[in-house]
């Protein structure tokens, strides 16, 4: 034994167990998969030891396993032939499944394993018992699965009809221009002494079988599926086999004459056109060239082109071949040793194709002669009050133009088509012929017998039962059947004992079986005695109701199994299904009533177990209360909610409401019946004031919705019920209970009593989104202390729906009147973290253009709308609070997202507010804008400023705050001087002066800017620097003492009228300066 064998078992045995105990069937099946890998193809030896278990599973529910079954089956017969006594008797059994996929799976795997028990037979020396009891098997199987080509179902028609193939190709003779696969076996390789299955029989049952295909090929009532299947079934066998050739073509001729009249137009063209294949198919053969002529009469018909028709036909060469053998065949008798052990039965062969292909012959020759001009146009005339108001799909599928009328090729073609028709309808000389020759014979009728008794599965080798063991199907394991036991019947032993002592003896039986409780503890005596408390129960008095309650409620871990009887003999006595009332108050009056009702008794035993210590006895007792109970009162279910309160001292705080939830679940999913006071009971305790509780009770809500849609619907109306409320004036009482933790009425709205009709509400929105409707209608009418609670509890259902919900954006495209604080808080949250999408930018865009004309509203979507959009809007929003227009930018600047990107950029964002209109926005609200842009120094960088003023520059009218924004830009970034000198320059050649405003900040910035600015101001004209000059005086001199520092050549460049304007009171400056300063100031 080698090392690695044990690691092999263990996996296969893990394998099995695991699979025993999988519910999903995909998983299983991958198990049972790894286990037919190893046992099969890894370590053949362990087949022998597991392929009983995998085998069990042929009994598991699922029909996927089962067909795995079968599969395995077939690939351990092919594996190992010893397998084939253990496990064909399976197959057996798997072939009557109810499954149709199943029944499917076992015809496809009968075909592999009829091949593999005859070439074991045709291996074995000697045949053994065991060997004819699986042949015996097999051919039940076999004429089974010929008689399922009358099945209702396609599928299974189809796969029997390629099991009818694989059959006549294994029991036929193979010949020399058979077209075979390579390792094919045949009735070449089975011996002649086999007794077990003899070849004569295999061959005769497999031309029986061809014949019963040719008859199904031409039934009227056929599918085109079956049809297409059966027609490359012949014509595989036909090439197979070349001894069947004439006999399929002249089915097939057949068909083409005679489609069934049951097809539409498009399988009428399907089926023209794969009947056009196997007609080529069937011409490339070389054993075909004595049937050339009525193969390419067909084809003609079918729209088959001559040069379409000798492309396939065979070569000359082949031709000859043929034409030499089938010579010296004649000539030298048979070729190989085979042929003469069936050469009568080819004869007889021969003769049956003969006859019904001169029955076709007779009746062509007859109608040739028949075919005049005057018979075919009575014909005409006659049939034209038989045809139809629409033109068949048949016809017009079927019919091609006539391109030779009245020539003798066409009429033979007609007269070959009516020989076809009339031979199939049993008229015409050729019919009546062949009729006249089978009554002399005798021959065809026993023929038909025999494919009667072949296909009903009375054949003798397949009735008669083989001598041996019995073999026995592995892995199922039959059960002795039990008889049953006729049980006493007290009535029949008794009689009734009168009233009073009945009723002295009930009472002290009752407290005697009570007392005895302890000592009872062994054997079967507990259970008597339940039986007898039980009986008696049915009937018991008020009292004795009491003492039988309190004694099930000291234990009820121990007494619920007699809780359940007695509620169930009250059951039976309330619904008369008990006779014991009856026969124990047989002195009543009819109609007495009993004095305490199944109701009552069941809702004392809740009112008190509620009151006992709650623990997990007393969860288990009330589950197994609701759930086996026979009946449970609707009120008694929301007395479960109380549960909860009573267990406050005495279990743990984060489980309050643990035991009611579980229970209620349970009661749900387990009691349909009453399943909806238990729904309206979990609501009600998902409104509770405590939020430990609700985080209890709404995940449970939520995922029996998820599992049932019934649940789901029964959940929202209650949800939407209490949504409902808030257009009262005054909260319900319902939702003021000590229960839910809201024990006083309130008489007006407030924030608790509003959350308690909006908790289960909204968990059920991200699920449900319909509901959004609802809450939008809701949040219209009601009162201004639920609107602000509604806008401050959406921000997590919203979020969970996500912006790509189609009920939000229609919410938001059909906008109730009055609802826009709601919408508007809806987008905000949706775009709080991520970029609004295309599809609520067009509804909000939509929405603002036709109703809300507030700009707010466009804030959330910004970033998704297009740059003229936003530019267009700017000047309302910047009139906004300054808070709001904060978040505004941050929103173009992408400080508030993660993801998406800006329509505007920071660049874009400056440049358009130094753009806005005067008229839309006055000048100190821009300067508040582009005073928080400024701020913002980590996203205005000196290179953004930089392209700022570069864009600012190009417009045609400089803007108004433009020389404002240069400064500060200085200001904030001294790096950027020369970049701002450039500026100054080319604002000169913009003729700065004629915009006033522009050309104040030009001389402050000059002012700024010193020393750097004296080129600046040598390059303006002479006025200009003029009035430089009286707007900033200090100017003048600090230019004139620039001027000194100059060398002659340089101050030869500076035109003279400019040193004119410098050097106007530069001596009145100069004595100023050289003055002494006044007394008591020093130099």
Known sequence: MTETEPTTRERVVELLNTATFLTSEKEKIANLAKVQELIIHLDQKLLDSFFEEVAAFQTDRNSDVRKFVVGFIEEACKKDVAMLPRLVPNIQILLADSAIAVVKRVIQAAAQLHRATLAWLSSARTTTPEMEQVWHIITLIKNSIISMIDHDNDGVRTQAIKFLESLVLLQTYKEADSVTREGEFNLDLVPLTLKAARPRKLEEEARMVLNKLISFQGSLHISSVNLMTCMSSLTIIARARPQFLAKIINALEILHANLPPTLTKSQVNSVRKHLKIQMLNLLKHPASYDHHENITTVLNDLGVTAAEVNKSMPSKDQIRKRVRRDKSTDEGGEPTSKKSRIDKDEKKESKEVTEKQSAIDITQRWLVDELTTETVASLVM??????????????????????????????????????????AAGLGPGAEQVKEDEVETGHDSDEEGNIRRLVSGYTDEAHVQPAGPVLTPAGVIGRPMRQKVRTMKLAEVTKPLPS??????????????????????????????????????????????????????????????????????????????????????????????????????????????????????????????FLESPVVPEESVTSLIALGRCAGDTILTNDLYGPTVRILKDIILWRPPISKPAIRALCLLASHDQEQVREQVIPVILELCKDDESIQEAVAQVATNYLKYLLLESPPEVLCLHELGRPNKEVEWAETSVKACLFLYLALLPMNQELIYELAQVYVKTVNEAKRAILRMLEGPIQHMGMNSPHLLKLVETCPKGGETLITRIIHILTEKAPPSEALVCRVRELYNRRVSDVRFLIPVLTGLSKKEVIAVLPKLIKLNPHVVKEVFNRLWGVTLDTGTSPLTPVDLLVALHLIDNEKCDVKTVIKATGLCFAERNIYTAEVLAFVLQQLMEQPNLPTLFMRTVIQTLTHYPKLLGFIMNILQRLIAKQVWKQKKVWEGFIKCCQRATPQSYTVLLQLPAEQLSDVFSSAPELRTQLGQHLSTLTDNQRAHIPVSLLDVIEENSNGASEMTSEPPPPGIKD
């Open 382 to 423: 006659v049939n034209m009050l038989n045809l139809p108001e629409e033109m068949p799909p048949l016809f017009s599928a079927a019919y091609t133009p006539i391109t030779a009328a009245g020539s003798h090729s066409q009429i033979q073609h007609m007269a070959r088509l009516l020989a076809s028709q009339l031979t």
């Open 500 to 625: 009073p002592a009945n009723n002295k003896m009930q009472l002290v039986l009752l407290r005697r079986l009570l007392q005895c409780d302890k000592m009872l503890l062994q054997g079967s005596t507990p259970k008597v005695r339940m039986r007898i408390v039980s009986v008696l129960s049915g009937c018991l008095s008020p009292q004795e109701c009491e003492e039988l309650e309190d004694f099930i409620l000291d234990d009820m871990a121990n007494h619920v199994e007699l809780m359940l009887s007695w509620l169930y003999a009250e059951y039976s006595v309330s619904h008369e299904f008990s006779k014991v009332h009856s026969i124990l108050h047989s002195h009543s009056k009819p109609g007495t009533k009993k004095e305490k009702s199944y109701t009552q008794i069941f809702t004392s035993i809740i009112s008190k177990a509620i009151a006992k210590r709650v623990n997990k006895e007393t969860e288990e007792f009330f589950l197994r209360l």
